[in-house]
């Protein structure tokens, strides 16, 4: 049994070295109520979220007084301050996240709004790239359509050799562990 | 070296902006990479990396099938282009029967190797590029100058122009506010665009994905956002397995911009949902254009084959201090530094290739740290090699290198003779000409005059110990026998308090090193030749040298040399089994000096690690044990192993780039404080001592053997 409480350390570690926020919660109640408060903290006005188990879930709980949007996003995510999807393996030692994006929505959120709130199971976390890349390869002869691993929010370097962040994707990454899914099919 | 390509350095030279960006960046990248492999085994990976690339080259067109199949199978189409003619064709075809107006492109070595936007806008398709460095190249008419970060020699205020120009406004050069007048205006681009253009860092064979690594994020909305997405990718990019994907990714990121992994990694196989044109969900049009264009060319050479392991992170540019000073442009449109010479040779064109490989100083800092485990000098010695094999050799050049250098008497009386008649220009010791290949040499920095005797003929002096251990053929070489004798003196006098006896046996050549530089593999054999049976015929235990470009030569060239030659290779290898750089040696014999006796006179010294010495024969500790282990204190320069730039006739062909390199070794060296700059290397010695002659500098240049002279009686 992986000890998840020193995987999640080390990924928070790792990922708020470039720039992503890094939250814990108990089950997806408490992941709706953290989310309220990230939108009410930012005073984002409009959420474009994919579809998923725990997404649904979360938008179920969450007391958001704001624009939420689960349909024809190519136009909703676009000028969503907030895009919200499931992500599906945290990488520890580097503070990546790998997600199967085939859903076309999980991409369109993940990458149009200003903020990208990537919801993870805290079982999901595994040690290292090679671990990660280990798994996918157990499955590659089903392999995916449109495969992602995201580090952080969106950077460049390219003016001057000066770190930005946010450019042509989220300006924010903020990922939310949530150690007790419940009840829902990956269980 | 033509006009066109020395016009080209010497606006580089004079581009402060470029300069001072390329000079701060090769300061800051190795930190930064260091940092990102802390932990891990660099050796280790990069072993890896190029076992699987070279695995996979062997099989390139059946890697290309493969995924050619598996890709179809997922609903992509895949096209086999055998030339850039080809692919261009098939783009554009693709692009006019789907009536595309724009084009939004993700970066793509490949498309510039091609000219993709070219040809797109002379079809009336906009191209725009959306990696933001290219796009500011774009905006500004140019060409990328890095293969990493192509704007790397613009400023913030450059930007800013080209950016208020595009947007008509007036925008300050402040760099969050120009990324977010990108953002907005490459983001209406991308929702708008009927095809997106892309290119890819690994494509796996066995299972027709496309692995493609940005920070942006710009490939993700490129490979998103149009209906159509093509990718193109150079044929080198095939791996057999989906692992190797994790193999590349450890290093690539890494290596390039010191991060552990890059923001993105987008894996793509076959086709995905996507928005249509009409605004409903369906299926993209996705087209993977797999290219060869002198790909398997190369993989059937069988000495280029290894370029190929390229992943193209661009550290061998990062590293190399040529290319700190003229940036990319000098190299050409596309593939830059030493990397990029060889690649254009087979991708675009030989000739252009042929003049750049000049530029290499031969240092191997780039080799130290590639990640494919490329030799790229080597292969830059050997596109060399080519040209003169190709356009021949001027008759002068030839009489030289086949006549004079071989023969040490006729060598050392045209020196004679040639310092004679330049004799007005000798002052304080110091010769303002050489003749011959030393000729030339004088740009900012004095040389030592011709030792009026050479080492060869003041042998009957030398000391002799009562008993001997061992016999050491000790081996010259231009510089120690014509410029430096005083360096066999002193090895002589080290040798006799290892009680080991010191032969000079007179037969012996040049080491071969500037006829192999000039290409002209030839002569450099017949010196192979020619020295070994000297050495034979002296009956030596060891053969020890001062000069670590002749050990190398010695020890590893002359092995290549005459493996292929069934009366010489044999010999060959057991020559260069006892050939040894004369301060490995003497650290190896005497427990790190310890056993020398070494009385302890006080001097504080810095130590400059010549590039031969340290790179290609991996001596790093043992000179810093000797100074030591002799009282004195060493005061380590800050970039300790970065070039002199001598590299041999190199600052003869060009002083322009070996002088700046130069100066920054001697600021080094002044800043340490010390009284004594040491080196392992007469070359070294002749560069930077040279250079603080000019420069009326009171520290003195020694060589580790002077230092370990001056502490032992005779
Ligand atoms: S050997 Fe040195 S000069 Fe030549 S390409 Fe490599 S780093 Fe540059
Ligand atoms: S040659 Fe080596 S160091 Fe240079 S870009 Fe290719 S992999 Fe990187």
Same mark, same amino acid.
């Given at each position: 049994?992986?000890?998840?409480?020193? #995987?999640?350390?080390?990924?928070?570690?790792?990922?708020?070295?470039?720039?992503?926020?890094?939250?814990?919660?108990?089950?997806?109640?408490?992941?709706?109520?953290?989310?309220?408060?990230?939108?009410?903290?930012?005073?984002?006005?409009?959420?474009?979220?994919?579809?998923?188990?725990?997404?649904?879930?979360?938008?179920?709980?969450?007391? #958001?007084?704001?624009?939420?949007?689960?349909?024809?996003?190519?136009?909703?995510?676009?000028?969503?301050?907030?895009?919200?999807?499931? #992500?599906?393996?945290?990488?520890?030692?580097?503070?990546?996240?790998?997600?199967?994006?085939?859903?076309?929505?999980?991409?369109?959120?993940?990458?149009?709004?200003?903020?990208?709130?990537?919801?993870?199971?805290?079982?999901?976390?595994?040690?290292?790239?090679?671990?990660?890349?280990?798994?996918?390869?157990?499955?590659?002869?089903?392999?995916?359509?449109?495969?992602?691993?995201?580090?952080?929010?969106?950077?460049?370097?390219?003016?001057?050799?000066?770190?930005?962040?946010?450019?042509?994707?989220?300006?924010?990454?903020?990922?939310?562990?949530?150690?007790?899914?419940?009840?829902?099919?990956?269980? | 070296?033509?006009?066109?390509?020395?016009?080209? @350095?010497?606006?580089?030279? +004079?581009?402060?902006?470029?300069?001072?960006?390329?000079?701060?960046?090769?300061?800051?990248? $190795?930190?930064?990479?260091?940092?990102?492999?802390?932990?891990?085994?660099?050796?280790?990976?990069?072993?890896?990396?190029?076992?699987?690339?070279?695995?996979?080259?062997?099989?390139?067109?059946?890697?290309?099938?493969?995924?050619?199949?598996?890709? &179809?199978?997922?609903?992509?189409?895949?096209?086999?282009?055998?030339?850039?003619?080809?692919?261009?064709?098939?783009?554009?075809?693709?692009?006019?029967?789907?009536?595309?107006?724009?084009?939004?492109?993700?970066?793509?070595?490949?498309?510039?190797?091609?000219?993709?936007?070219?040809?797109?806008?002379?079809?009336?398709?906009?191209?725009?590029?959306?990696?933001?460095?290219?796009? @500011?190249?774009?905006?500004?008419? %140019?060409?990328?100058?890095?293969?990493?970060?192509?704007?790397?020699?613009?400023?913030?205020?450059?930007?800013?122009?080209?950016?208020?120009?595009?947007?008509?406004?007036?925008?300050?050069?402040?760099?969050? %506010?120009?990324?977010?007048?990108?953002? %907005?205006?490459?983001?209406?681009?991308?929702?708008?665009?009927?095809?997106?253009?892309?290119?890819?860092?690994?494509?796996?064979?066995?299972?027709?994905?496309?692995?493609?690594?940005?920070? &942006?994020?710009?490939?993700?909305?490129?490979?998103?956002?149009?209906?159509?997405?093509?990718?193109?990718?150079?044929?080198?990019?095939?791996?057999?397995?989906?692992?190797?994907? *994790?193999?590349?990714?450890?290093?690539?990121?890494?290596?390039?911009?010191?991060? %552990?992994?890059?923001?993105?990694?987008?894996?793509?196989?076959?086709?995905?949902?996507? +928005?249509?044109?009409? *605004?409903?969900?369906?299926?993209?049009?996705?087209?993977?254009?797999?290219?060869?264009?002198?790909?398997?060319?190369?993989?059937?050479?069988?000495?280029?084959?290894?370029?190929?392991?390229?992943?193209?992170?661009?550290?061998?540019?990062?590293?190399?201090?040529?290319?700190?000073?003229?940036?990319?442009?000098?190299?050409?449109?596309?593939?830059?530094?030493?990397?990029?010479?060889?690649?254009?040779?087979? !991708?675009?064109?030989?000739?252009?290739?042929?003049?750049?490989?000049? $530029?290499?100083?031969?240092?191997?800092?780039?080799?130290?740290?590639?990640?494919?485990?490329?030799?790229?000098?080597?292969?830059?010695?050997?596109?060399?090699?080519?040209?003169?094999?190709?356009?021949?050799?001027?008759?002068?050049?030839? !009489?030289?290198?086949?006549?004079?250098?071989?023969?040490?008497?006729?060598?050392?009386?045209?020196?004679?003779?040639?310092?004679?008649?330049?004799?007005?220009?000798?002052?304080?010791?110091?010769?303002?000409?050489?003749?011959?290949?030393?000729?030339?040499?004088?740009?900012?920095?004095?040389?030592?005059?011709?030792?009026?005797?050479?080492?060869?003929?003041?042998?009957?002096?030398?000391?002799?110990?009562?008993?001997?251990?061992?016999?050491?053929?000790?081996?010259?070489?231009?510089?120690?026998? !014509?410029?430096?004798?005083?360096? *066999?003196?002193?090895?002589?006098?080290? $040798?006799?308090?290892?009680?080991? &006896?010191?032969?000079?046996?007179?037969?012996?050549?040049?080491?071969?090193?500037?006829?192999?530089?000039?290409?002209?593999?030839?002569?450099?054999?017949?010196?192979?030749?020619?020295?070994?049976?000297?050495?034979?015929?002296?009956?030596?235990?060891?053969?020890?040298?001062?000069?670590?470009?002749?050990?190398?030569?010695?020890?590893?060239?002359?092995?290549?040399?005459?493996?292929?030659?069934?009366?010489?290779?044999?010999?060959?290898?057991?020559?260069?089994? +006892?050939?040894?750089?004369?301060?490995?040696?003497?650290?190896?014999?005497? +427990?790190?000096?310890?056993?020398?006796?070494?009385?302890?006179?006080?001097?504080?010294?810095?130590?400059?690690?010549?590039?031969?010495?340290?790179?290609?024969?991996?001596? @790093?500790?043992?000179?810093?044990?000797?100074?030591?282990? *002799?009282?004195?204190?060493?005061?380590?320069?800050?970039?300790?192993?970065?070039?002199?730039?001598?590299?041999?006739?190199?600052?003869?062909?060009?002083?322009?780039?070996?002088?700046?390199?130069?100066?920054?070794?001697?600021?080094?060296?002044?800043?340490?404080?010390?009284?004594?700059?040491?080196?392992?290397?007469?070359?070294?010695?002749?560069?930077?001592?040279?250079?603080?002659?000019?420069?009326?500098?009171?520290?003195?240049?020694?060589?580790?053997? &002077?230092?370990?002279?001056?502490?032992?009686?005779?």
């Amino acid at each position: 049994m992986a000890d998840f409480d020193k #995987l999640f350390e080390q990924f928070k570690t790792a990922a708020e070295a470039v720039s992503a926020q890094v939250y814990r919660v108990k089950d997806l109640n408490e992941a709706g109520s953290l989310l309220s408060t990230l939108v009410e903290e930012d005073g984002a006005k409009k959420l474009a979220a994919a579809s998923s188990p725990m997404v649904d879930k979360c938008l179920n709980t969450a007391n #958001l007084n704001i624009e939420v949007k689960t349909d024809d996003l190519r136009k909703n995510a676009e000028d969503a301050d907030f895009g919200l999807s499931e #992500l599906d393996m945290a990488v520890a030692e580097i503070g990546s996240l790998q997600q199967d994006c085939t859903d076309l929505n999980k991409r369109l959120v993940s990458m149009l709004p200003h903020t990208h709130v990537a919801i993870v199971r805290t079982d999901s976390l595994v040690a290292n790239l090679l671990e990660a890349m280990a798994k996918i390869d157990e499955i590659k002869d089903n392999i995916p359509g449109y495969m992602a691993f995201i580090t952080g929010p969106s950077r460049t370097a390219d003016i001057e050799r000066v770190l930005t962040i946010g450019v042509h994707g989220p300006v924010k990454l903020k990922v939310i562990f949530v150690d007790n899914p419940g009840g829902d099919s990956n269980e | 070296m033509s006009n066109r390509i020395r016009a080209k @350095i010497n606006k580089a030279l +004079n581009d402060d902006n470029l300069r001072g960006a390329l000079g701060r960046f090769a300061n800051d990248y $190795l930190g930064s990479r260091a940092k990102a492999y802390k932990g891990r085994n660099f050796e280790d990976l990069r072993d890896i990396i190029a076992e699987r690339k070279n695995c996979s080259a062997q099989k390139m067109e059946e890697l290309a099938q493969q995924f050619k199949k598996n890709a &179809e199978a997922r609903g992509a189409k895949v096209f086999i282009a055998k030339t850039a003619e080809d692919a261009k064709k098939y783009i554009l075809d693709v692009a006019l029967a789907n009536k595309v107006e724009m084009v939004v492109k993700s970066k793509s070595m490949a498309s510039e190797e091609i000219h993709l936007n070219k040809l797109l806008q002379e079809n009336g398709i906009t191209a725009a590029e959306t990696d933001l460095g290219e796009w @500011i190249i774009q905006l500004a008419g %140019q060409t990328p100058s890095h293969m990493v970060m192509p704007a790397i020699h613009m400023t913030r205020d450059e930007v800013a122009d080209y950016f208020s120009k595009e947007t008509n406004q007036n925008l300050s050069p402040d760099i969050p %506010q120009l990324v977010q007048v990108a953002r %907005q205006e490459l983001r209406e681009k991308f929702l708008t665009a009927g095809m997106g253009i892309s290119g890819a860092n690994a494509a796996v064979a066995e299972t027709g994905t496309l692995a493609i690594v940005t920070n &942006e994020g710009n490939a993700r909305l490129t490979t998103t956002l149009p209906p159509i997405h093509v990718a193109l990718v150079g044929m080198e990019k095939l791996v057999e397995k989906f692992t190797d994907v *994790g193999s590349v990714l450890e290093c690539l990121p890494r290596s390039a911009t010191g991060q %552990q992994l890059t923001s993105y990694v987008t894996m793509i196989t076959g086709a995905n949902p996507t +928005n249509l044109s009409d *605004g409903t969900v369906g299926t993209k049009d996705m087209h993977i254009v797999l290219m060869d264009n002198g790909r398997t060319q190369m993989r059937d050479d069988e000495k280029f084959n290894q370029a190929l392991q390229c992943i193209r992170c661009a550290s061998c540019l990062n590293v190399c201090p040529i290319f700190a000073l003229v940036g990319g442009h000098v190299y050409g449109d596309v593939y830059t530094g030493g990397i990029g010479t060889i690649l254009t040779a087979f !991708f675009n064109d030989f000739d252009d290739a042929g003049e750049l490989q000049n $530029l290499c100083i031969g240092c191997e800092r780039c080799k130290e740290v590639c990640p494919g485990k490329i030799d790229i000098p080597g292969l830059i010695l050997e596109l060399r090699n080519r040209v003169t094999a190709k356009q021949g050799m001027p008759t002068s050049q030839k !009489f030289l290198l086949n006549t004079v250098l071989p023969n040490r008497k006729l060598f050392h009386s045209m020196l004679k003779v040639g310092s004679k008649t330049q004799k007005p220009f000798v002052s304080d010791n110091k010769i303002r000409h050489l003749p011959l290949f030393l000729a030339g040499m004088t740009e900012g920095r004095s040389l030592p005059a011709l030792a009026e005797t050479p080492l060869r003929d003041q042998l009957y002096r030398l000391a002799k110990p009562k008993k001997s251990k061992a016999k050491i053929g000790f081996f010259g070489g231009c510089l120690v026998d !014509f410029v430096y004798p005083e360096l *066999g003196k002193a090895a002589n006098k080290v $040798l006799k308090n290892m009680d080991m &006896e010191m032969v000079y046996p007179l037969e012996q050549a040049c080491c071969g090193v500037p006829a192999g530089h000039l290409g002209a593999t030839d002569a450099h054999r017949k010196m192979a030749k020619q020295n070994i049976e000297a050495f034979e015929k002296a009956n030596v235990d060891y053969v020890v040298t001062v000069c670590p470009t002749c050990t190398s030569s010695l020890k590893h060239e002359f092995v290549e040399l005459l493996k292929d030659d069934p009366a010489w290779a044999d010999r060959a290898e057991k020559f260069a089994d +006892n050939v040894f750089d004369f301060v490995e040696f003497v650290a190896k014999n005497t +427990n790190d000096g310890k056993d020398l006796g070494l009385k302890s006179i006080k001097e504080s010294v810095t130590y400059h690690d010549s590039c031969h010495l340290r790179r290609h024969l991996g001596v @790093i500790e043992e000179p810093r044990n000797l100074i030591k282990e *002799g009282g004195m204190e060493l005061k380590e320069l800050q970039w300790p192993d970065r070039c002199c730039g001598f590299g041999g006739s190199y600052s003869i062909r060009y002083p322009e780039l070996s002088q700046p390199i130069m100066d920054a070794k001697l600021e080094d060296i002044t800043n340490t404080g010390a009284e004594t700059l040491s080196t392992a290397c007469p070359g070294c010695m002749m560069q930077i001592g040279g250079g603080l002659d000019n420069k009326k500098s009171s520290i003195n240049v020694k060589h580790v053997v &002077e230092l370990l002279a001056d502490r032992l009686t005779d």
